[in-house]
C-alpha cells in the first residue's frame, strides 16, 4: 500500500523507509540538506552511510549507465575489494541485490527512480535505478529475477519507492510516449495508469511491472514525493539542469 515516509534524522535530511518490524535493515533516501551539489557519489553515498550510523559497513555502488544489469554481491570479500575510502564500485550496472549480512548499497537519482527491495525470509536487499531506459528495459523484473536466483521469493518481498519525478511533471517525446504504451498494452487495465498523453508515471510503470509479476500490491510504497514539485528538498533535473547534486538512497542489511 503506498503511503508517505517521514522526514526523519538530523532535522529533516533523511527519508527512511518505512520497515517497521525489521531490525535487520535500515536505509532511505538522502535529501540536499545533508549532501551539497557539487560531491561526487563517492562523497554523497558516504555521507549518506555515515548519516544512518553505519560507519563500518563496507559500500557498494554502481557507475551507473542507464542499463537493466543487475550485480549481486554474493561474499563478503567482494566489499573489502574497494579503496581506502571504504567502498567500492560495479562498473556499468543499474542495481545490486545481496544476501550477504554487514553490506550497505546505494544508487543515485535526481529524478529517476530509486527501488529498494526487501525480502525478509531469507534477509535479501537490493536497490535499483530506474531512468526511463532501465523502466522500458525492466529492470525492476530483473531486481526481481535476481532476487529469486539467491533464494528469495517474492511473497516476502517488500518494496519501496523513493523520491522520484512524478507523472505530474514528466512530459515526453510523443514517439516516447508511443513506445511505452504499445510495450507496456498490457499493464494498462491494472490499478492506475502510468501514462496521460505524454506525461509518464516512471513510479505507477515500475509498481505495476511488480504486481504483473505477482509482488502483491500491499507490499509496496511509495515515497509520495515528486522531485520536481519538491526542488526545495530533493535533486531535480528537469527542474536544475547540469546544476543539479544527486539524492542517494540506500539499504544496509545490518545482521
Given amino acids: ?145 535476481s532476487i529469486g536466483a539467491v533464494g528469495g521469493d517474492t511473497r516476502y518481498l517488500r518494496v519501496w519507492f523513493g523520491p522520484a519525478i512524478g507523472g505530474c511533471c514528466y512530459e515526453v517525446g510523443e514517439d516516447l510516449a508511443g513506445s511505452f504504451a504499445n510495450k507496456f498494452r498490457h499493464l494498462i487495465g491494472l490499478d492506475g495508469a502510468f501514462l496521460s498523453g505524454r506525461f509518464l508515471d516512471l513510479v505507477q510503470l515500475n509498481k505495476l511491472q511488480l504486481v504483473y509479476a505477482g509482488v502483491p500490491i500491499s507490499h509496496i510504497q511509495t515515497s509520495g514525493f515528486c522531485t520536481k514539485d519538491s526542488v526545495d528538498l530533493f535533486y531535480s533535473f528537469r527542474a536544475e539542469g547540469e546544476r543539479a547534486g544527486r539524492i542517494v538512497t540506500l539499504v544496509a542489511r545490518t545482521k
Fill in 1 to 145: 500500500m503506498s503511503q508517505p515516509c517521514q522526514l526523519t534524522e538530523s532535522e529533516g535530511s533523511i527519508l527512511s523507509l518505512p520497515l517497521k518490524g525489521l531490525d535487520w535493515v535500515t536505509g532511505g533516501s538522502s535529501t540536499r540538506k545533508i549532501i551539497p551539489p557539487t560531491y561526487s557519489s563517492a562523497e554523497a553515498a558516504l555521507i549518506m552511510r555515515n548519516a544512518l550510523n553505519l560507519e563500518t559497513v563496507p559500500l557498494i555502488f554502481c557507475r551507473q549507465r542507464h542499463t537493466d544489469r543487475i550485480h549481486v554481491v554474493r561474499e563478503r570479500t567482494e566489499l573489502f575489494a574497494g579503496d581506502t575510502a571504504g567502498h567500492s564500485v560495479i562498473d556499468s550496472c543499474d542495481g545490486l541485490i545481496s544476501p550477504v549480512a554487514g553490506v550497505a548499497l546505494a544508487v543515485f537519482t535526481a529524478d529517476c527512480v530509486p527501488i529498494v527491495f526487501v525480502e525478509e525470509k531469507h534477509r535479501i536487499v537490493g536497490v535499483v535505478h530506474a531512468g526511463w531506459r532501465g523502466t522500458f528495459a525492466e529492470i525492476a523484473i530483473r531486481a526481481l529475477e
